[in-house]
C-alpha cells in the first residue's frame, strides 16, 4: 500500500522579499520531498503566502500602491524563489486566494459551532500614528517601537478563541504523541508554556479590512493566525465542495509534516491543534522546529543590515552548491553560521575536491581505458568486497538518516562514502594498471566498482543537489533510481558513458574578487558545461534540418496584452486569458497556471504565435499560443520586454 508524505513549509509573511531563511526551509522541504519519493511514498508538498494583516496594508501604502498590487508582487518574488532553487512543490498557495477565505470561514464556523468563540474586548497599546496595537513586551521604554510616538490604551471588540479551555486537551494530546514536536528540548519548552496556564486568544481585529471577514461579522476580519494557519488544509481542499476535496483532505490528513523555524514553534504546537480540536479534526503528525541563521554571531535580520540574498550565493555558486551547503552545515534544530568563507571552503573542499575528483577521474579513466563503456567486474577480492560493503551500509543509513530529517548527518555518511572510493582508486592505481597488460582484469574491476559507487552516490545526493546527480547519470549513462531498488552491484556491464564534463569546477578566485564580480563574470559551475571540451566537438552526426528566413516569417509571433486571465475548472495546468493583439480581441489557452495566478497577468505583454489554427483545450477554444521559456523539470517563464510594446507589434 502507498504511503502518504504530506508536508509543508510555513506560508511566508510578504511584508519583506525573500532571503537566505525562506531559502533554507523551502530547500529542506524539498529535499525531504525528494527522499520520499524516491522511497515511493506518495507526496504532496506545500509552500506558499501569508499576505493578510496590517503591516502588509501599511507596507504597501509606503510602497505607493494598493495592497493587491503589492501581495502579487511580493508573492510573485516567493514564486521566483521556488522556480530558482528548483523546489518541487506541489501547490503554492496564497491566503488572498477565495479558496483559502472559504476553508478559513468554514474552520471558523466549526469552532464557533462547537461553542469554543466569543465575543469579548480587546484592550491594548495603540500607536495613533502607526495605527497599530503594539504588544506590552514590544513597549520601548513605554513607547512605540516603530515610530518611538506616545501610545495610548484603547479597547475594541473582538472575537475569543477558548484557548484556555484546551490546556488538559494539550497536555493529553503531547504525551499520547511523544515525538509531535522535533527536536525534543523543543517540544519540552512548549508543555512547560502550557502547563504554565493559557489565556483565550483573541482572533478578530476591526482596527484593519486586509484580511478575512469573519463569517456573519464582516465588521471583523480574522486575526492573522487563524487564517494563516488554516492554509495547511486550504489546499487539500477543505471547505470546498465535493467528493473530490473531501477524499483529498482525508489521503493526506492528519500525516502532515510541517517544517517550521523556531520562532513560530508556539502557535504550530499550541494554537493550531487546538484550533483544529475544536472543530472535531485530528491536530498534525509532526512539527519540526528549525534554528536561525546566524551572520557573525548574530541573527539575520532587515534591522541589523545582515541579511543574505539566496540570489548572490545562487548566482556565484550555483543552486546546488547553495542546497548542498545548507543542508550540510545546519543539523536539524539547531543555530548555524552563514559565512562566504564556509560557502567557499566546503565549495572547494566537499563538491570540487571530493565528489568532483570522483566524478572526473572515474569517468576519465573508463573512457580512456575502456572505450567509454562499463566493463565487466569480473572476481572481487577482499578490497571490492569492502567497497561494496560500504556501498550497502551507507545506502541504509543514508535512508534511515532522512527518515529521521537528519539530512546533515546523511551528506557526512555519503561523504565518508565518496572519500573510501576515492582512497580506493588510489590504492589501485588504475593508471599503473593500464601499463600492464597482465593487470587488464584487475583494472576493469577497478573501474567497475568505482562507477557502481559513483552512481549509488548520484542516487544519495540526488535530494539534496538534484542538478548534480542528473549531470552524473548523464557522464554514466545510467538513469534515476528509487531508493527502494538501490543496491551495490547494480551497474550494468556495457553500459556507455556520456561525455565528461566538470561538475564543480575549483573556484580560485578570492572571496574579494568574488564579492567584487560583475554578473557577467559569474562562474555560475552548473552552466560552464557548455564550454568544456567535451561538449564543443558536434554533439550529434545528424545536425538539425535548418530553416529558411521564410519559412520562419511564416509563424506570425506578435505583442498582445492580457485583458483577462482565469483559471479553468479541474485543469492543474491551464489557464484561460482573454488578449488584445492590437487588431482584435481573442481567447487563448495556455499552459502556464502552475507558475502564474491569473491575477499576475493582466496588463501584462506576452509574444503569442498569432495564426495557430484554433484548438479546443478542456473545452474552451484556444486562437493562438503564448511563449514562455520551458526549462526542464521547471515552470514555464512568460516571454517579456524590458521595455513597453503596443500589443499588435511584430516579433521576430
Ligand atoms: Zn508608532
Not at 559507487?453 to 544519495?460: K, Q
Request: glycine fraction near 8%.
Amino acid at each position: 500500500m502507498t504511503r502518504q508524505f504530506y508536508i509543508t513549509t510555513p506560508i511566508y509573511y510578504i511584508n519583506a522579499q525573500p532571503h537566505i531563511g525562506h531559502a533554507y526551509t523551502t530547500m529542506v522541504a524539498d529535499a525531504m520531498a525528494r527522499s520520499q519519493r524516491l522511497l515511493g511514498a506518495d507526496v504532496f508538498f506545500l509552500t506558499g503566502t501569508d499576505e493578510h494583516g496590517q503591516k502588509v496594508e501599511r507596507a504597501a501604502q509606503k510602497a505607493g500602491v494598493d495592497t493587491r498590487t503589492f501581495a502579487n508582487d511580493v508573492a510573485g518574488s516567493f514564486r521566483q524563489m521556488c522556480r530558482d532553487l528548483s523546489i518541487t512543490n506541489d501547490d503554492f498557495i496564497r491566503t488572498t486566494e477565495p479558496r483559502h477565505h472559504r476553508a478559513a470561514q468554514a474552520l471558523w464556523r466549526r469552532v464557533a459551532a462547537n461553542g469554543d468563540i466569543y465575543k469579548g474586548d480587546y484592550e491594548g497599546w495603540y500607536c495613533t500614528v502607526d495605527e497599530i496595537f503594539v504588544p506590552e513586551t514590544q513597549l520601548v521604554d513605554g513607547r512605540c517601537p516603530t515610530c518611538g510616538g506616545k501610545v495610548e490604551r484603547l479597547k475594541e471588540q473582538s472575537y475569543y478563541f477558548r484557548l484556555s479551555k484546551y490546556q488538559q486537551p494539550l497536555l493529553d494530546f503531547y504525551r499520547a504523541h511523544p515525538a509531535f514536536v522535533q527536536p525534543d528540548f523543543r517540544f519540552n519548552e512548549v508543555r512547560s508554556f502550557v502547563e504554565a496556564g493559557l489565556q483565550d486568544l483573541s482572533i478578530s481585529r476591526t482596527s484593519f479590512r486586509w484580511g478575512i471577514p469573519v463569517p456573519d461579522d464582516p465588521a471583523h476580519v480574522m486575526y492573522v493566525w487563524f487564517d494563516a494557519l488554516t492554509n495547511y488544509l486550504t489546499a487539500l481542499g477543505f471547505g470546498a465542495d465535493g467528493s473530490e476535496a473531501q477524499a483529498r483532505v482525508e489521503r493526506y490528513w492528519p500525516v502532515v509534516i510541517h517544517l517550521i523555524g523556531k520562532e513560530i514553534l508556539r502557535q504550530h504546537a499550541l494554537y493550531w491543534p487546538a484550533f483544529l480540536m475544536a472543530a472535531g479534526i485530528n491536530p498534525p503528525e509532526r512539527i519540526i522546529a528549525h534554528g536561525w541563521w546566524l551572520m557573525g554571531g548574530a541573527k539575520m535580520s532587515k534591522s541589523a543590515g545582515n541579511v543574505a540574498r539566496y540570489q548572490d550565493y545562487v548566482r556565484v555558486f550555483g543552486v546546488d552548491a547553495l542546497r548542498y551547503f545548507v543542508m550540510r552545515e545546519m543539523p536539524l534544530g539547531l543555530d548555524a553560521n552563514f559565512s562566504d568563507e564556509g560557502v567557499l571552503t566546503r565549495f572547494n573542499a566537499d563538491l570540487a575536491n571530493d565528489l568532483g575528483n570522483l566524478v572526473s577521474r572515474t569517468t576519465t579513466m573508463i573512457h580512456r581505458y575502456c572505450d567509454g563503456v562499463v566493463p565487466a567486474p569480473g572476481e572481487r577480492d577482499e578490497l571490492d568486497a569492502s567497497l561494496e560493503r560500504q556501498i550497502g551500509g551507507t545506502i541504509g543509513a543514508v535512508v534511515r538518516q532522512f527518515e529521521q530529517f537528519q539530512i546533515t548527518v546523511a551528506l557526512q555518511e555519503t561523504w565518508e562514502l565518496i572519500r573510501f572510493v576515492n582512497q580506493y582508486i588510489v590504492k589501485r592505481e588504475p593508471w599503473a594498471l593500464a601499463k600492464r597488460p597482465e593487470q587488464r582484469a584487475m583494472l576493469d574491476a577497478t573501474l567497475y566498482h568505482a562507477a557502481d559507487a559513483l552512481r549509488v552516490t548520484a542516487a544519495l545526493i540526488d535530494p539534496v543537489m538534484p542538478e548534480a546527480a542528473e549531470r552524473i547519470r548523464r557522464m554514466l549513462g545510467t538513469a534515476q533510481e528509487r531508493w527502494t531498488d538501490l543496491t551495490a552491484g547494480g551497474l550494468q556491464p556495457g553500459t556507455r558513458l556520456g561525455p565528461t564534463e566538470p561538475l564543480f569546477p575549483r573556484i580560485e578566485k578570492t572571496l574579494e574578487e568574488l564579492r567584487t564580480m560583475t554578473p557577467d563574470e559569474t562562474p555560475a559551475p552548473a552552466e560552464q558545461k557548455a564550454a568544456t571540451p567535451a561538449e564543443q566537438k558536434p554533439a550529434a552526426p545528424a545536425e538539425e534540418p535548418r530553416v529558411t528566413i521564410d519559412e520562419f516569417m511564416k509563424v506570425d509571433l506578435r505583442v498582445a496584452k492580457v485583458l483577462e486571465a482565469e483559471a479553468i475548472p479541474k485543469s492543474k495546468k491551464l489557464l484561460k486569458l482573454k488578449v488584445d493583439t492590437g487588431r482584435d480581441q481573442r481567447t487563448i489557452v495556455a499552459g502556464i497556471a502552475e507558475a502564474y495566478q491569473p491575477e499576475q497577468l493582466v496588463g501584462r505583454s506576452i509574444v503569442i504565435v498569432a495564426n495557430l489554427q484554433p484548438a479546443k483545450l478542456m473545452g474552451v477554444e484556444s486562437n493562438g499560443m503564448v511563449l514562455a521559456g520551458s526549462p526542464d523539470g521547471g515552470q514555464p517563464v512568460l516571454v517579456g520586454f524590458d521595455q513597453d510594446l503596443p500589443p499588435g507589434a511584430r516579433v521576430r
